[in-house]
């Protein structure tokens, strides 16, 4: 048995066994570590290597080995934009039964809606659909105070944590959540329409895995691993690398990006000071809910430049927001290398919205699907603000046929609302003649700024090599005929017979800690 001699690795992490910790000497210069096995000469160089990087406290991506890995989510499709995916669907048939009030522009039935024209369309028969428990007050616990739970908020959570968890579980390439999205929601309080955000529990569920067990020669690698040996997640907010039997686990990094038209204050909020998820943000900015969002937004702390924000002015068109979204997200695909990507696709950019002032055809806001698609990272699709039914339906449905690959006619078939889509009965709804007031030197400028600003980062930010919690299990219930719609419920004020969505009715820092208090 000979030991490596490992110098200048001054943060190591305390595995827990039970309630007994073993911990190291944080401001040692020296650790001794023992192998069963010397290691080869490829992996002593590596180690070397990020040792002197680790001095610096700056990190760049490194390969313990050439072994090959196993576990991950990787895409099984190898072009780029392949068609062969994995979709899990996640739809809760009772999503009908509430709605928010006589008046309220928030409609829930819009969910139906559009599950009704993805059925139609036969889209159905290319993914693997799913209806998920409601989130429990333990998994809203991981963020949220203890009076943030409601049965509403738990119904939509548990989408989005169980399309992580199937993410996790390299059981899908893609998961949707339409019931999800809900971008607002702080620690301690609802906000815009927002009760419970499901996207950072969902983040927080992504955040728990990726194991990769690198085998060195050695003899029986996964053999003194036990699921006690858990880590303190808190430990994590500083950089440190950790051998144990050479099991390595790292701790994934995630893509946040937002194309509703609101800011996606909260989900930025609740990661401002970690590296490990980067948030970037498309929306509209000024004198306009909830005016934050400033391209001088950055992050602090260790999350400094891992916040971006691209504030737009009124009326923005395919050909603009094309023009920034695609260089802005190539740079941050090849600076930030996210192991996995959430993206909120709220659909109030869409030209004609009822809160909306944006001018996006329903084509131009499934680009952006089709842009990240063609990463093959994996890929979690939620929904968020959308306030006209018909055209929320045609738009998730568009986005539903780009993530499992198919072009579907733009004549709509028969189907349970199709009154609602008249005069036209189409699924293209394209952009109207709006002015747009974004110059082009002004979208210059903006993409300028944050192209700088992801200029300073490291090419990889730090990575913990870390044992995490146990994925979540996705829990699913009996199936059930979903074409069958159920009776209407309330959620608040009055039942109502008809949806009347057509009609004109004008009208920093969140502490995410308890999270890794509850250890699953």
């Not at 693997?128 to 105070?145: L, M």
């Not at 499901?198 to 699921?227: A, S």
């Not at 009326?315 to 290398?337: A, C, E, T």
Request: aromatic fraction near 12%; charged fraction near 25%.
């Amino acid at each position: 048995m000979r030991p490596l001699k490992l110098w200048g690795l001054r943060r190591l992490l305390s595995f827990q066994r039970g309630r007994a910790a073993t911990r190291f000497d944080y401001n040692k210069d020296l650790e001794l570590f023992s192998y069963k096995k010397r290691l080869p000469l490829f992996s002593l160089l590596y180690f070397e290597r990020f040792l002197k990087v680790n001095k610096l406290y700056q990190f760049t991506a490194i390969a313990i080995s050439s072994s090959v890995v196993k576990g991950g989510a990787s895409l099984r499709s190898p072009g780029t934009d392949a068609t062969n995916r994995r979709v899990s669907y996640f739809f809760d048939s009772s999503i009908g039964e509430y709605y928010y009030g006589q008046g309220h522009l928030m409609k829930p039935h819009r969910i139906r809606v559009a599950h009704n024209l993805i059925l139609n369309y036969n889209l159905h028969r290319k993914m693997e659909i799913i209806q998920p428990f409601s989130a429990t007050k333990e998994e809203i616990g991981w963020f949220h105070s203890g009076t943030m739970w409601s049965f509403s908020s738990a119904r939509d959570s548990g989408g989005s944590i169980g399309a992580a968890a199937k993410l996790n579980r390299n059981e899908a390439d893609i998961a949707i959540n339409w019931a999800g999205g809900l971008h607002h929601a702080k620690k301690s309080e609802a906000s815009g329409f927002c009760y419970v955000n499901d996207i950072v529990l969902g983040i927080l569920e992504l955040l728990k895995v990726h194991k990769q067990y690198v085998d060195n020669g050695l003899e029986d690698v996964e053999k003194d691993y036990r699921p006690e040996d858990i880590v303190d997640f808190r430990e994590l907010l500083v950089t440190n690398y950790c051998f144990f039997n050479m099991l390595i686990v790292v701790v994934q990094r995630v893509l946040y990006v937002d194309i509703d038209v609101h800011h996606g204050d909260g989900v930025e909020e609740a990661f401002y000071t970690t590296d490990w998820v980067m948030t970037v943000s498309f929306h509209k900015f000024g004198d306009f809910f909830p005016g934050t969002g400033h391209v001088k937004d950055i992050g602090a702390s260790t999350g400094k430049y891992y916040a971006l924000n691209a504030p737009l002015n009124n009326g923005i068109d395919d050909g603009s927001f094309r023009s920034l979204f695609r260089p802005v997200i190539q740079k941050v695909m090849g600076v930030y290398q996210p192991e996995a990507v959430v993206l909120q696709c709220g659909v109030d950019s869409l030209a004609g919205d009822r809160l909306g002032v944006f001018n996006l055809s329903v084509k131009g806001h499934a680009d952006c699907i089709r842009f990240l698609r063609s990463f093959n990272v994996p890929l979690m699709m939620l929904g968020g603000g959308g306030y006209t039914v018909k055209n929320v339906a045609r738009c998730w449905c568009y986005k539903t046929a780009v993530a499992v690959g198919v072009e579907p006619d733009n004549n709509l078939p028969y189907n349970e609302f199709y009154e609602y889509f008249a005069p036209d009965y189409i699924l293209y709804h394209e952009s109207l003649p709006m002015k747009n007031e974004n110059l082009p030197s002004e979208l210059e400028r903006i993409k300028n700024t944050l192209l700088e600003q992801l200029s300073r980062l490291p090419h990889v930010p730090s990575v913990s090599f870390q044992v995490t919690p146990s994925v979540t299990v996705v829990l699913e219930k009996e199936d059930e005929n979903m074409d069958q719609r159920p009776k209407p419920g309330i959620q608040m004020g009055q039942d109502y017979d008809t949806d009347d969505e057509e009609k004109s009715n004008n009208g920093k820092f969140s502490n995410y800690y308890n999270y890794f208090n509850n250890e699953k």
